[in-house]
C-alpha cells in the first residue's frame, strides 16, 4: 500500500535485496509507484514516489561497455544485489540499485521522483521555481533528496535510505521507451514511466 504523507513510511516494509535478484527489466517495471525515503541526521524524513526507472542487464545489453572506462563501476554493478550504486554522468550522480545475483553486472536507474514529503528540505538543495523541477530527473532526485556517496554500497533497506512498496500502478498508466541518451543498445524499450505523471523527466528516448 501506499502510505499518505502524514504518516511515516515504515522501514519494517521496506524492500529487501532479494527483491533486486532477479531480471532488471522485471525490477525496473515494478519499482514504478515506490517510494524512496531518506531519513535525514536529524531525523527528518523525506519521501519521494517513483515515476520513471531504466533499466541495464549487461549479459545482453551492447550500452555497457561504458563501464568499462567508469572507475569502480564494473566491481560496483557486479556486487550483491539490492546495493545503492551512484554512476556520473556529466559529473552528476545518478541514483541505481544493483540487481541479479552477486557476479553479474546489472542495475536499474531511477530517473524521476514525485515529491510526497520533506519538500523544504528538498529546496534547500534544489532552490527552484516550479515544483516539477525539484525531482524531475535523476541527477536531480540524488540532490533534492540528500543522497551522498557515504550510501554507496549500502544495502537499499538501510536505515538511512530505503524503498517501500507503493501502490501498483495499471499496465494502463504505464508507458515504455528506449533509455535515454545511449548509442549502443538504444533500441531497448527498457524505459519505464507513468504516463501523464508531470514528474517525468524530460529527456528524449535514444530511439
Not at 62 to 67: A, D, L, T
Not at 109 to 132: F, I, N, Q, S, Y
Given at each position: 500500500m501506499?502510505f499518505p504523507p502524514?504518516?511515516?513510511?515504515p522501514?519494517?516494509q521496506?524492500?529487501g535485496p532479494d527483491f533486486?535478484a532477479?531480471d532488471p527489466?522485471l525490477v525496473?517495471r515494478?519499482l514504478?509507484g515506490a517510494v524512496?525515503?531518506r531519513?535525514?541526521?536529524?531525523g527528518v524524513?523525506?519521501a519521494a ?5 531504466e533499466a541495464?542487464?549487461c549479459?545482453?545489453?551492447p ?8 572507475p569502480g563501476a564494473a566491481v560496483?554493478?557486479?556486487g550483491p ?6 554512476h556520473l554522468?556529466y559529473d ?6 544493483i540487481?541479479?545475483p552477486?557476479?553479474?553486472?546489472a542495475s536499474?536507474?531511477v530517473r524521476?521522483?514525485?515529491p510526497?514529503?520533506g519538500e ?13 523541477d ?6 536531480k ?9 557515504e550510501?554507496?554500497g549500502?544495502?537499499?533497506?538501510g536505515?538511512a ?13 504505464v ?11 538504444a533500441?531497448?524499450?527498457?524505459r ?6 508531470p514528474?517525468?523527466?524530460?529527456g528524449?528516448?535514444?530511439a
Amino acid at each position: 500500500m501506499l502510505f499518505p504523507p502524514s504518516v511515516a513510511y515504515p522501514r519494517e516494509q521496506a524492500l529487501g535485496p532479494d527483491f533486486f535478484a532477479g531480471d532488471p527489466v522485471l525490477v525496473a517495471r515494478a519499482l514504478l509507484g515506490a517510494v524512496l525515503v531518506r531519513v535525514l541526521p536529524d531525523g527528518v524524513t523525506l519521501a519521494a514516489r517513483i515515476v520513471e526507472t531504466e533499466a541495464y542487464d549487461c549479459p545482453r545489453d551492447p550500452s555497457c561497455h561504458v563501464i568499462a572506462r567508469l572507475p569502480g563501476a564494473a566491481v560496483m554493478m557486479a556486487g550483491p544485489p539490492g546495493r545503492v550504486y551512484f554512476h556520473l554522468a556529466y559529473d552528476q550522480p545518478l541514483l541505481n540499485v544493483i540487481c541479479r545475483p552477486e557476479g553479474v553486472q546489472a542495475s536499474i536507474l531511477v530517473r524521476a521522483a514525485e515529491p510526497l514529503l520533506g519538500e523544504d528540505r528538498m529546496r534547500e538543495r534544489r532552490a527552484v521555481k516550479r515544483r516539477v523541477d525539484l525531482t524531475n530527473g535523476p541527477a536531480k532526485l540524488v540532490q533534492a533528496l540528500h543522497l551522498g556517496p557515504e550510501l554507496r554500497g549500502e544495502p537499499i533497506n538501510g536505515p538511512a535510505f530505503y524503498l517501500v512498496p507503493g501502490a501498483e500502478v495499471p499496465e494502463e498508466e504505464v508507458t515504455i521507451t528506449a533509455r535515454v541518451g545511449l548509442r549502443r543498445g538504444a533500441e531497448l524499450p527498457w524505459r519505464f514511466l507513468i504516463g501523464g505523471n508531470p514528474w517525468v523527466s524530460p529527456g528524449k528516448p535514444s530511439a
